[in-house]
């Protein structure tokens, strides 16, 4: 592994990617319990953006132009609408199960760039990688009788992969748009401007019947703020530490180490039930991500900045 600097700091920033993000979905799922998902997701990147905003300005940073502005709106709607479809599904599914899901994430950025430019043609390992994840799914949401476990709800199971497509799109955009040279300026104006679009959605999307301000739970509202200082802020932090002192291939490792932990924290605390339909769709998932990060990175070109590359999208820069 190349260090570039401290190796027990860069083990730390490993660690904190791996649990704050993975730890995510959990938390969401206990936000949502009793906030409306879109505006609850919409508030919480919102508030992380103005945050992130104002202390890069404070630190001296140079004022957005109108078409970085422009840029971080079309980025920042895309990435966090599929936020809060995810926000939306862990009310109908496991928070373990749409991490499994999202980990699908690397099966779009290598279709739609193959779509994009022909000459990427995906490598046979990248292939067999998307076969892989794609059983999984199928295995995931399949019957409810196969090895004895329970329905996976369709709906839910829809609203992550949808996100999962809009995140890769607003992703692949994001490596040719204007941007701010200051990673943590460009993420603030993303996360500002894609939280106020997504909290507008709650309304025609009818996400404020029957909500109640006195009926939030201190778990929702510790859920709520843990998404926003630990999942957002610090795991964003630390994500950017681990992209500058370590290979882009050694960094996309999040992209199946998540899944397990959210898997594993779901059910021990969310009583959340770890089924073996659930456990061998893990393992394919994960195999097929394992091999389309690897085969995937060394026939498709390097983002031109490292900020521009997409994590899960409970957890990127964002989660």
């Known amino acids: 592994m190349a260090l570039g600097g401290s190796r027990t700091r860069l083990l730390l920033a490993f660690a904190t990617v791996y649990l704050v993000w993975g730890s995510s979905y959990l938390f969401m799922k206990f936000a949502?319990?009793?906030?409306?998902?879109?505006?609850?997701?919409?508030a919480r990147y919102f508030i992380a953006g103005a945050i992130l905003l104002?202390?890069?300005?404070?630190?001296?940073?140079?004022r957005p132009t109108r078409a970085e502005w422009g840029a971080a709106a079309i980025v920042g709607t895309a990435l966090m609408s599929s936020n809060g479809a995810v926000s939306w599904a862990v009310r109908r599914?496991?928070?373990?199960?749409?991490?499994?899901?999202?980990?699908?994430?690397?099966?779009?950025?290598?279709?739609?760039?193959?779509?994009?430019?022909?000459?990427?043609?995906?490598?046979?390992?990248?292939?067999a990688g998307l076969v892989l994840g794609l059983l999984g799914i199928a295995l995931l949401v399949g019957p409810g009788e196969l090895l004895g476990s329970e329905h996976i709800d369709p709906l839910g199971v829809g609203a992550v992969l949808a996100g999962t497509l809009a995140w890769t799109a607003g992703s692949?955009?994001?490596?040719?748009?204007?941007?701010?040279?200051?990673?943590q300026i460009m993420s603030g104006m993303q996360m500002?401007?894609?939280?106020?679009?997504?909290?507008?959605?709650?309304?025609?999307?009818?996400?404020w019947n029957a909500f109640s301000l006195t009926a939030v739970t201190a778990k929702s509202w510790f859920g709520f703020w843990y998404l926003i200082l630990v999942a957002s802020l610090l795991g964003y932090t630390a994500y950017i530490y681990v992209l500058t002192k370590a290979t882009p291939v050694q960094a996309s490792t999040y992209a199946y180490v998540n899944p397990?932990?959210?898997?594993?924290?779901?059910?021990?605390?969310?009583?959340?039930p770890l089924t073996?339909?659930?456990?061998?769709?893990s393992g394919i998932i994960i195999a097929?991500?394992?091999?389309?990060?690897?085969?995937?990175?060394?026939?498709?070109?390097?983002?031109?900045?490292?900020?521009?590359?997409?994590?899960?999208?409970?957890?990127?820069?964002?989660?």
């Open 32 to 42: 949502v319990a009793s906030l409306p998902p879109f505006p609850m997701a919409g």
């Open 54 to 62: 104002a202390a890069g300005i404070a630190m001296g940073a140079r």
């Open 93 to 127: 599914i496991p928070s373990g199960v749409a991490a499994l899901l999202v980990a699908i994430t690397p099966c779009w950025m290598v279709l739609l760039e193959w779509q994009r430019d022909r000459a990427l043609r995906p490598h046979r390992g990248t292939v």
């Open 172 to 183: 692949l955009y994001a490596r040719r748009a204007a941007r701010h040279e200051t990673a």
């Open 192 to 207: 500002l401007v894609g939280g106020a679009v997504v909290f507008s959605l709650a309304a025609p999307l009818q996400d």
């Open 260 to 272: 397990v932990v959210a898997v594993a924290l779901g059910a021990w605390f969310g009583n959340e």
């Open 276 to 281: 073996p339909r659930v456990l061998v769709a």
């Open 288 to 319: 097929g991500v394992v091999l389309i990060v690897t085969y995937g990175t060394r026939h498709a070109p390097q983002p031109e900045r490292a900020d521009a590359l997409a994590a899960p999208p409970s957890a990127r820069k964002t989660a």
